[in-house]
Nanobody
Framework: VQLQACGGGLVQPGGSLRLSCAAS????????IGWFRQAPGKEREGVSF??????FYADSVKGRFTISRDNSKNTVYLQMNNLKPEDTAVYYC???????????????????WGQGTQVTVSS
């Protein structure tokens, strides 16, 4: 079982990036996938989650980020638009076998994590 997150980089405020989370060893559509991020000196926080057609977002990214899934590529994406300096963080994807949707931010429900990809928003 492996999750490979990629797509991070340096972007100016207002710019866009698309993160990818490629899964191997299991079928993505059997699990919920969450995106989390950790900024320097801060705790890791939930950004977005997708499962069985349901999508959830942190208030801080609603309207700017979009999560999607391509089952044929076994990949989950996080399209990030109108990026802000406060979006700077290492972004992780993670797999949750099952969880109450209201608790998608609870990291204890996730049993596999990708290695993280750095997103830096700066002029």
């Amino acid at each position: 079982v492996q999750l490979q997150a990629c797509g991070g980089g340096l972007v100016q405020p207002g710019g866009s990036l698309r993160l990818s989370c490629a899964a191997s060893g299991f079928a993505l559509d059997d699990f919920g996938i969450g995106w989390f991020r950790q900024a320097p000196g801060k705790e890791r926080e939930g950004v977005s989650f997708i499962n069985v057609g349901r999508k959830f977002y942190a208030d801080s990214v609603k309207g700017r980020f979009t999560i999607s899934r391509d089952n044929s590529k076994n990949t989950v994406y996080l399209q990030m638009n109108n990026l802000k300096p406060e979006d700077t963080a290492v972004y992780y994807c993670a797999r949750a076998p099952r969880l109450p949707f209201s608790l998608w931010r609870a990291q204890t429900y996730y049993n596999y994590w990708g290695q993280g990809t750095q997103v830096t928003v700066s002029s």
